[in-house]
C-alpha cells in the first residue's frame, strides 16, 4: 500500500532586460505585455518552494500512519489530523498559484490585438507562433490545477478513512489507487506545462531576436 507524493517543480516565463535598440510601437507595445506577463507570474513562482515542503512533510507523516497499528490508533487520528491541515496549506499555495496564472493570462491576452498590427509578415509569425505555445502553456497549467485540487480533495477523504476504527484495508486501498491515478495526470501535466514554459521562452526569444531588439535573459 502506498501513496505518490506530488512534488510540483514548475518553471515559470523568463523575464528579460532589454539593453537597446529602439523599437516602435506595435513591437514596443508587446515587449512591454510581455514583460508585464513575467511580472504577473512572480507570486507563481514565489509558491513552488514552499508547496513542495509542505508535501514533503505531508508524505513523511502519511508514512508514520501506515507504520502505526489499530493498537495506536490515536496517534493515527491525531496524525491524520496534522496531514489534513497541510494539505488545506496545499490547496491555498496552489489557489495561489492558478490566481498568478491567472493575472499573467489576462495581461498575455492584450498581445492579440498588438500582434494584429504588426505589418511584417515574417515577425508576425514569429509573435503569432509565440501566441499560440502560451496559450497552449495556460491551458495545460488549468487541467494541471483541476488534477491538482481533486488529487487533494481525495487526500483528505483518505485521512478521514485513517480516522475511522471500522475502516477495511480494501477501503483505504481503493482510494490509494484513486489517489495514484490521480497523481499520474499531474506528473504528465507538470511535465507538458515545462516543456511548453520552455518552448514560449525560447519562441521569445526567437521573437525579440526577429523584431532586432537587444536583450539578455534576467537571472533570478
Known sequence: ????????????????IFLGGCSQSPKEEMLNTLEEVAQAEQE????????????KK??????????????????????????IELVNERQELM????????ASQKEFEKTEKQINKIED?????????????MMQRYDVHSELY??????????????????KEDVTLEQLETQIEKINQS???IV?????FNEKTKEYNDKKLAFYKDAGIEMEEKKE
Open 1 to 16: 500500500m502506498y501513496k505518490k507524493v506530488k512534488l510540483i517543480g514548475l518553471t515559470m516565463v523568463a523575464s528579460i
Open 188 to 192: 504528465e501535466n507538470n511535465e507538458t
Open 95 to 102: 489557489k495561489n498559484e492558478e490566481g498568478s496564472i491567472k
Open 44 to 55: 507563481f513562482k514565489n509558491q513552488q518552494e514552499p508547496l513542495v515542503e509542505i508535501e
Open 183 to 185: 497523481y499520474e495526470k
Open 121 to 133: 509578415e515574417d515577425l508576425k509569425k514569429s509573435a503569432d507562433e509565440l501566441y499560440d505555445v
Open 146 to 163: 483541476n488534477h491538482y485540487m481533486n488529487s487533494t480533495e481525495m487526500d483528505i477523504e483518505l485521512y478521514e478513512l485513517f480516522k
Open 58 to 83: 505531508e508524505k513523511e507523516i502519511y508514512d508514520q500512519i501506515i507504520a502505526l497499528s489499530m493498537k495506536e490508533f490515536d496517534q493515527i487520528k491525531e496524525l491524520s489530523n496534522e496531514a
